[in-house]
């Protein structure tokens, strides 16, 4: 059992950053690829960005490459999301996810509880 608690959101304007962070519990997060996905309101939950186990190996989704980035940190049971150039329509609940490597919902086990972005234009 793996429980995530993601933090960092808030209010941004056009153009800023943000960095997100969740937290794993447990001694079993360095097992799990992770995975960063959104939600806006009325609409599906939207991949973003997946990391493996190790690191080695990022996806992201076309609509945040070169914008933002997913690291992890296993000592720490962390997993980040840096996003930079942001834009009003990245407004989102923000969610992690621990399961195995992909950009399905499907692939992932357990998900944290969100954390709300705002971009203000």
């Known amino acids: 059992q793996v429980q995530l608690e993601e933090s960092g959101g808030g209010l941004v304007q056009a153009g800023g950053s943000l960095r997100l962070s969740c937290v794993a519990s447990?001694?079993?997060?360095?097992?799990?690829?992770m995975g960063w996905f959104r939600q806006a309101p009325g609409k599906e939950r939207e991949f973003l960005a997946t990391i493996t186990w190790d690191g080695g190996s990022t996806n992201y989704a076309d609509s945040v490459k070169g914008r933002f980035t997913i690291s992890r940190d296993n000592a720490k049971n962390t997993v980040y999301l840096q996003m930079n150039s942001l834009r009003p329509e990245d407004t989102a609940i923000y969610y992690c996810?621990?399961?195995?490597?992909?950009?399905?919902?499907?692939?992932?086990?357990?998900w944290g509880q969100g954390t709300q972005v705002t971009v203000s234009s």
């Open positions: 447990g001694n079993t997060f360095s097992s799990y690829a």
């Open positions: 996810a621990a399961g195995s490597s992909g950009v399905e919902r499907g692939v992932y086990d357990y």
